[in-house]
């Protein structure tokens, strides 16, 4: 899959908060074996790169900097250029959180940053709703990909409303990557067989009671869901169908 | 001179440029007064008395 200039070979895709060691991540991200790595962007307190930037390049993981916590699109504009700076990387996961309480994404002001940043060079994966007009929207203005909720940040809710991820993948053309709301392996594959390109995963894995376990888990579903997606499923009947032919039967 | 790093108020000597304040130039990401320097920038920025410098890198998140 092409994301902007990178070819991306793995379908998920991790986010790092929440694990209590750069030891553990290691070992999430070669259970993972993840397309895109999400970091956030803070304050460094001693002036100097963090230990994770040390721990991505060391993996050989292409990263995929955040605009996480941001409230308005001139900060989320300004963050992603500074994970441009630090990072050199063009790519950028744009989020505005309109609200602080369910985070859910400004859509207006994500549309606005993210024409912003496309005039500025970059290629903007933006976090939206599950909305397909709002994904037209984030296309016509130069998005390589669409982020739709599944459910809200860190609810492990899974997908709530699956016909709305199909909406969004019936309207537009560039990659759609579930974002948000994976709880467990069976959301990771209903995600692919909803037609979702990709996958990111952060608190399903993060927060699991086995980190690592739970990262394994998901990278299979992934690829699970892919496959059947492509393998095509048969058609919901309300009557049963017999599997065995009627005909032929013995007259017992 | 009095200067603001990441919030907390900061001495340095006059002149200072951002280059002589930030001595790492990768991993790292620099903004003055809201405004952000790319890396080619910094040794010729020149600080200011009562400017607020943002050096960010990337942490856990997402």
Redesign the interface.
Known sequence: MRIGTIEVTSRLWIGTGGLSSLATLRDVIDAADPGLVTVSMRRSSDLGPSGLIALLRERHVDVLPNTAGCLSAREAVRTAQLGREALGTSLVKLEVIGDERSLLPDVVGLVSAATELVADGFTVLPYTTADPVVARRLVDAGCAAVMPLGSPIGSGLGITDPSAIERVRAAVDVPVVLDAGIGTASDAALAMELGCDAVLAATAITRAEQPVAMAKALRLAVMAGHRARAAGRIPRLTEARPSSPMAGRAAL | MKIL???DPREVPTPCSLGE????R??????LN???I??MDWDHTALSDGDAV?????????
Do not use: D, K
């Open positions: 790093v990441n919030g304040l930030v001595p790492h990768s991993g790292v990401a620099a903004a809201g405004n952000v790319r890396g943002e050096v960010l890198t990337a942490f856990q998140g997402g």
